[in-house]
């Protein structure tokens, strides 16, 4: 994954964080948008769309290689997008975020009078503030730039942060602080990475990653015992998809099971079957999985 995407989906996201990385109250109705510009090889990946012909268009570009030709590039396709859309808004302002100012290239010739004009506004991620000081969602940016070996802590810190301060979307900045961690650190699973973070079982199971993981689950298990569902009846079936699940899941986790284990799982009454799918998500060895069963009426 490109690093520029973290930011784009940051701003799907949380469209407000162009008005706060901008230091404006945000204007509501704003729509992120990514735009072909159909009659040339032109695309604008960052177009934030006024909810009215009255508004503001805002061009928003992740720079984060030095390319001496950048600025002919970007007013290029400014341009043409004023040029095919405009019934759409009223008025234009661009933003470019760097990591840092060497990141820009050298000369502004000859652009040099919309460069250092009110229309484009230049943000150097390493001058915004530090992580303890800035929103939430600047924060994020923040992380997205950090040296790996300070990305754990400072994501910790932020995840932290999602906790203690009121936060809109919470599931959101925590999927999005697990998808920067995971950019970094490919090698570990998005599981281990929100482990890593110490998400609680609750703060997990409103991410989207747990709920596609287990809605995959489920709907495997249950293409497979759909037929025997409607042979052995309802009731009965649908106990069987739960247990099956549940194993799916431990196995995902921990490989295969020891037989006697599994055959436990499978004489459980369906109400410690939930109960058993939702603690599963706190077990770290199978050892746990038996001292569940274990403490378990």
Known sequence: MRRDSLFYQLFAQLPQTLFDLLGRDTPQGYRFDSVELKQTAF???GVFVPPDPSGTVYFCEVQFQRDNTFYERFFAEI??????YRHTF????AVVIY?????????FEPYEVLVNSHRLHRVYLNEIGSLEALPLNLALMQLMVMAEAEMPAAARLLAERTRTE????????????TTIVLYKFTELSREEVLRMLGFTTEELKRTRFYRDVYAEVREEVYA???EEVLQQGLQQGLQQGETLVVLRLLRRRFGELPAGLEERIRQLPVHQIEALAEALLDFTDLEQVFAWLERSP
């Open 166 to 177: 009121a936060v809109p979307r919470p599931e959101v900045i925590i999927e999005l602080i």
């Open 99 to 107: 990591p840092h100012r060497q990141a820009e290239q050298v000369s």
């Open 90 to 93: 009223s008025d234009w302002q």
């Open 224 to 226: 497979e015992v759909r």
């Open 79 to 84: 341009f043409l997008y004023l040029r095919l």
């Open 43 to 45: 695309r604008i990946d």
